[in-house]
Nanobody, 123 residues
Framework: QLQASGGGLVQAGASLTLSCVAS????????VAWFRQAPGKDREFVAV???????SAADSVKGRFTISRDNTKNTVYLRMNGLEPGDTAVYFC???????????????????WGQGTLVTVSS
């Protein structure tokens, strides 16, 4: 019900835009987040966009990554600038109608997940 795309292999300093297309009913009722998981590591919160279009991002990507949504297209985007080798991971989008503010960074709070898209950043 969530389809993530846009990953690829890029050099450090490059930009990518990930897309997450949702088929989860009334899309504008959902909070949508991006998480990432590097090999051997836990899933990590990246950014979230609320129903009100307010957004927040992890400190590790703040100022480089921007999350946005287009409710007319049932799509959330993650614009990633200044990519670093440490950004290499599988990126997942997740959605929830019920997640609360204090749980935005908790993967367990989201009931819908995309399949992931791989981002590889070479040095």
């Amino acid at each position: 019900q969530l389809q993530a795309s846009g990953g690829g292999l890029v050099q450090a300093g490059a930009s990518l835009t990930l897309s997450c297309v949702a088929s989860v009913g009334t899309f504008n009722r959902y909070v949508v987040a991006w998480f990432r998981q590097a090999p051997g590591k836990d899933r990590e919160f990246v950014a979230v966009v609320h129903r009100s279009f307010r957004s927040s991002a992890a400190d590790s990507v703040k100022g480089r990554f921007t999350i946005s949504r287009d409710n007319t297209k049932n799509t959330v985007y993650l614009r990633m600038n200044g990519l670093e080798p440490g950004d290499t991971a599988v990126y997942f989008c997740a959605a929830s109608q019920t997640v609360i503010l204090s749980e935005y960074g908790n993967p367990s709070a989201y009931g819908y997940w995309g399949q992931g898209t791989l981002v590889t950043v070479s040095s």
